[in-house]
């Protein structure tokens, strides 16, 4: 769903990012799980707001996602329904992406912080997933990299051993190859991720083609989108 010149509906019936994008937004808004997808309790719940005849306005006036004029979302801060996670870089500049890739990494952070929750113990620390790079507000040249233009690529570090947030490699003694391979597993079952780039050798050949190697990936992990 989109907006033609005139200000009416452009729908074109099919499921992309400008219909999940308004479903996030919704979502964002009552409080459910950010999906961007037509689940049966969006659904629900976007009905029974249409019966009290609630606009998209209404909807979203106390809490909305922040979207630029390309059509990007910003990655809201930690709370409510965004799952926890760190940041790394220029938080108002560098973290903005195509609505299904947030979509992505919505899932993704929930299925991490699942097993987070889960695992981890006093003696076996587990970090959240500390971003990077991903996209300016409105995409075009980011300094330092040939990609991170249209908001379908992000930079994430490699996960540590003693559950800290500085940098570390591959080749540090502070780098958790388990940590890293689990994330990078849920990575790839995900339907929108193209490729995974990072030079841990063990975790392309669990990959089943999804992980390869890339000059200078020693020290983060880089993820390609679909859309």
Known sequence: IGTNED??????????????????RFQYAMGYELTGL????????????MEKGLTAEEITKDKDLVISKRGFIQMPKPGDNIPN???YGNYDDDNW??????????????AWNTYKNKNESEFNPIPLIQFGDISHRNGGTFSGHDSHRDGIDIDIRPLRIDAGYNPTSIHSDTYSHKLTAKFVSFLINDTNVKEVKFNDTQIIADSNGKARLFDGHDNHVHIDFIQ
Not at 7 to 24: A, C, K, Y
Not at 40 to 45: E, F, G, K, N, V
Not at 97 to 110: D, E, G, I, N
Request: net charge negative; hydrophobic share 40%; charged share 25%.
């Open 38 to 49: 037509a689940d049966d309790d969006s659904i629900r719940l976007l009905e029974e707001a």
């Open 97 to 110: 992406m195509t609505p299904a890739t947030f979509a992505s990494v919505m899932r993704v952070l929930k």
């Open 85 to 87: 996670y760190e940041h």
């Open 7 to 24: 200000g009416s509906p452009d729908i074109d019936g099919l499921w992309g990012n400008n219909s999940t994008r308004q479903m996030l």
